[in-house]
Structures are given as C-alpha cells and as structure tokens.
C-alpha cells in the first residue's frame, strides 16, 4: 500500500507543534509555581524586590530559556537566590506570571532587570554599548525628596534612593530611574534599559524609538525629580486678617467686642 510522504510530513509536523505547545503550558506553569514559592519562602516583612533575568530565547540552540536570580528583602536586598534555568518559557511569559502576583502598596509587584545577552550562536546576542554621545545627553540630576522614589529601587544595585543622590532617567515607557554611578557601567557594555530592555542608540548611527519626544518625558520626569519640596503650610490664627481680605481695623473683632464691654462696666468720670 503506497503513502503520501507530504501527509507523513504534515503529520510529523503536527506532532511536533503539538508537543512544543504542551512543553510550553508545563514550563508556564512551572515559572507561576517558581514564582508563587519563592514569594511564600520569604520571611515576615520581606518579599522579592527584584528578578534578574538572561533571556536565552534565541540563538542558544532549539530550546528557549530564561535564567532567573531572585532578590529578596524588605526595603533592601538581603538575600539573593541561585541562578536558575526554566526551559520552554519567553521573557513575554515572565512578565504575565509577575503581574499576576499580589500588587500592593506595602508589597508591590518585583522589578525586571533584563541582564545583557551575552555569548551564543547569534551576532545580534553580543553586547553592543550604548553611543557615548547619547549617554552624556540623558537626564540627570540630584534628588531633592526621596518620598518621590518610595516605592522604587534602582534596577541595578537594588538600593533604595535617599536625598542627594545623583540620578539619571532613561527614555522609555517607565522613565525607569537609576544611580547614574550604577548605569554608567551599564551602557558601557548594553544599549538597553536594565528594567524594561528599551534599546539605546548604539555607536553605530541610529534614531531612537519615537523619535524626540522620549527624551522629553524623561526630562521633564528629571525637572519633577529635582524640584525642591513645597513649603509646610502655616496654619491661620484665629482672629488673624486673611491675606488678600478687605481689612478695616488690625484690631480682630472679638478683641474690640471685648474692649467694649469693658468700657461699659468702668465707672463714668464725674
């Protein structure tokens, strides 16, 4: 009896993405599990600060990956995980597990610092440094209030940021904030937000994504930074005129109401 290679081609295929797919499900859900442990194993009042992240998606043979390290604190990192390798799963798959943790003001949702891909079989992998010239033009500046950045780390030493400190942002979708101490070694080897993997202009000729207006919300982002805090308010004193307010007499009322009294129940001069 004679077969249709084509059809046996077509249903190797078929099995094959059937497989791939079933893979994939499994790894997913072992990442929400890896996720969910780690989020349990964390002591009273810490949680994870932040997951560093090697996507191996591409150019690392048949099998995407990612590598993942866990920074686990409080307000700090003290305690940092192992690197580990979960096999069949995308940095897009990372991203949905983590939103789908508890987000809340005390303990919110991790950050990402996506690490440089470094080595593999693809040239596109190797670290490329952000252009020097579009380094110096990036925002920075000095912090004036540090309950500005409260509820942020910078992505790179996962310290907390305090007054003073001389900080820089980057143009893309987050405004992401960093130590500028911290970032320049950074674009000094990847051309990519550490947080959220936006690429920089290279060394080589390049527009970056969007155009100008970027660089414009990341400066004014900087401006909001460095403003000096408002003036405490000073509370009004009763009786006191009212800035702005019609006034006829710097004596307050209830003092002349009281005045008067008193002269009435002072004996009359004969």
């Known amino acids: 009896r004679s077969t249709n ?40 009042g810490q949680r994870i600060l932040q997951l560093c992240v090697i996507d191996h998606a591409t150019g690392h043979g048949s ?10 604190g409080a307000t700090r990192s003290t305690h940092t995980s192992p690197w580990s390798q979960i096999d069949h799963v995308t940095l897009a798959d ?6 789908e943790l508890p ?16 080595g593999g079989s693809n040239a596109r992998n190797t670290p490329v440094p952000t252009q020097r010239s579009y380094v110096e033009e990036l925002p920075r500046g000095k ?15 996962i310290e907390c940021f305090n007054a003073g400190d001389e900080l820089v942002v980057l143009p893309c979708q987050g405004l ?21 993997r936006f690429e920089l202009p290279t060394a080589k000729p390049a527009i970056p994504e969007g155009g100008a207006a970027p660089m414009q919300k990341a400066w004014a982002e900087m401006r909001r930074l460095q403003a000096p ?9 009763v009786g006191a005129p009212v800035l702005g307010a019609p006034c006829t007499s710097t004596t307050p009322s209830w003092v002349r109401a009281g005045l008067s009294n ?9």
Not at 65 to 71: P, T
Not at 145 to 156: G, Y
Not at 176 to 194: E, G, I, K, N, R
Request: aromatic residues 2%.
């Open 5 to 44: 290679p084509n059809s046996e081609r077509s249903d190797k295929s078929t099995h094959e993405h059937t497989q791939q797919q079933q893979s994939m499900t499994t790894a997913v859900a072992k990442l929400r599990e890896c996720l969910a442990l780690q989020s349990a194993a964390c002591d009273n």
């Open 143 to 157: 912090l004036s209030d540090a309950s500005l950045l409260a509820d942020r780390t910078c992505p790179v030493c």
């Open 229 to 237: 805090p408002p003036p405490a308010a000073i509370p009004l004193l």
């Open 63 to 72: 099998t995407p990956h990612l590598h993942l390290q866990f920074h686990l």
């Open 176 to 196: 992401h904030v960093s130590h500028w101490a911290c970032l320049q070694p950074w674009l000094a080897m990847a051309h990519t937000c550490p947080s959220c």
């Open 94 to 99: 990372l991203r949905t597990a983590v939103a």
């Open 103 to 118: 987000n809340t003001l005390q303990a919110p949702h991790p950050l990402l610092h996506i690490h440089p891909n470094n």
């Open 262 to 270: 008193a002269r009435r129940l002072l004996p009359r001069a004969r």
